[in-house]
């Protein structure tokens, strides 16, 4: 009987430091989210880095891929892969510089390969994860506590995602997505501004001069 009633106040008070651990995970995201969204837009330059122990790519083995996002609200405006992303918060306009073409579409990227788009960064933790609190660790003289989400979805072709956070700030320092094949993607913010003044246009999308241009639109 002794043992019995030992072995259930383990796993009660094992179930209750989880819980304590999800919750306060959950928190510190919140707060990121409140801190991050209440700017009238943001800044970030990033770099990106791929890697797959499975099939022999390391971290390093290519130079990173850099990338520039403005945020506000549901809009925003990403350089990225040699393209530009132009979301209006209605419709999303892909531009191809290399093929000089445009796609137009409805709505933003879809979510549904499980990937992290630039409109829900900051609101993407708040449905389908499990929260775990990870390290803390001092990176470039810096204090980073780790958070881990577990997508609820096993079939979900992302099978973790770790952000790291400044203590500090509150900003998000680093977003490190595993997918299901084994590879490794890590977005690392190199450079972060909020609350600049931009052009009110600068969210739209001119299709007058990109027909001067020559680009085909679809």
């Known amino acids: 009987m002794k043992k019995i009633t030992i072995l259930f106040f ?18 510190l995201l919140d707060k990121v989210s409140t801190k991050m969204s209440a700017y009238e837009n943001m800044s970030i330059e990033f770099s990106q880095t791929l890697s797959n122990q499975d099939v022999g790519i390391m971290e390093g083995d290519e130079p990173p891929i850099r990338g520039q996002i403005s945020l506000q609200g549901q809009k925003y405006s990403l350089n990225y892969l040699g393209n530009k992303f132009i979301f209006n918060g209605k419709k999303l306009y892909v531009i191809n510089n290399d093929e000089k073409e445009i796609t137009i579409t409805d709505g933003d990227m879809s979510g549904d390969d499980g990937f992290i788009y630039p409109s829900k ?41 770790e952000l790291a956070i400044d203590a500090k700030t509150l900003h998000i320092y680093k977003l490190i997505q595993t997918g299901s094949n084994g590879s490794k993607t890590t977005f690392t913010i190199s450079n972060f501004k909020s609350n600049q003044t931009l052009p009110s246009d600068y969210f739209s999308f001119d299709e007058e001069k990109y027909k001067k241009l020559k680009f085909t639109i679809d």
């Open 121 to 161: 960064l900051l609101t993407f933790y708040k449905e389908g994860y499990i929260f775990e609190m990870g390290d803390l660790k001092k990176l470039k003289g810096r204090q980073i506590q780790f958070v881990t989400l577990t997508p609820i979805d096993s079939n979900s072709d992302i099978t973790k995602v």
């Open 10 to 27: 383990s796993i009660f008070l094992t179930t209750v430091t989880i819980s304590q651990n999800s919750e306060k995970a959950k928190s």
